[in-house]
């Protein structure tokens, strides 16, 4: 059974920086991209951030490019998502998900269109709240 547990979540401030976790077990870690996706009320979930399952690929959402940073440690099952310079605009409920790699050209478009519709199991979200 894939499970996905996010965590890092909270109220800061604007400007400030959280680091969000999504650990995983129940599955081979190694063969599987992992995504970030947001979700504010009233709009509808987008992608963040999405890494491959091997050579590192990642996807930013302009809105936080520059600002966030994706990065997997393997040997902990584990995704990261660094964000720094929060703004209030990126007050949501963050889900990790995951799918697994598969072929090459499979792995990259997952990746690179970071879409919430390539993935298939999915994390109970996390909250975000950037305070003005």
């Known amino acids: 059974e894939v499970q996905l547990v996010e965590s890092g979540g909270g109220l800061v401030q604007a400007g400030g920086s959280l680091r969000l976790s999504c650990a995983a077990s129940?599955?081979?870690?190694?063969?599987?991209?992992i995504g970030w996706f947001r979700q504010a009320p009233g709009k509808e979930r987008e992608g963040v951030s999405c890494?491959?399952?091997?050579?590192?690929?990642?996807y930013y959402a302009d809105s936080v490019k520059g600002r966030f940073t994706i990065s997997r440690d393997n040997a902990k099952n584990t995704v990261y998502l660094q964000m720094n310079s929060l703004k209030p605009e990126d007050t949501a409920v963050y889900y990790c998900?995951?799918?697994?790699?598969?072929?090459?050209?499979?792995?990259?478009?997952?990746?690179?269109?970071?879409?919430?519709?390539?993935?298939?199991?999915w994390g109970q979200g996390t909250q975000v709240t950037v305070s003005s």
């Open positions: 998900a995951a799918v697994r790699g598969r072929v090459r050209i499979y792995t990259i478009a997952v990746v690179s269109l970071c879409l919430p519709g390539g993935y298939d199991s």
């Open positions: 129940g599955f081979t870690f190694d063969d599987y991209a």
């Open positions: 890494i491959s399952s091997s050579d590192g690929n990642t």
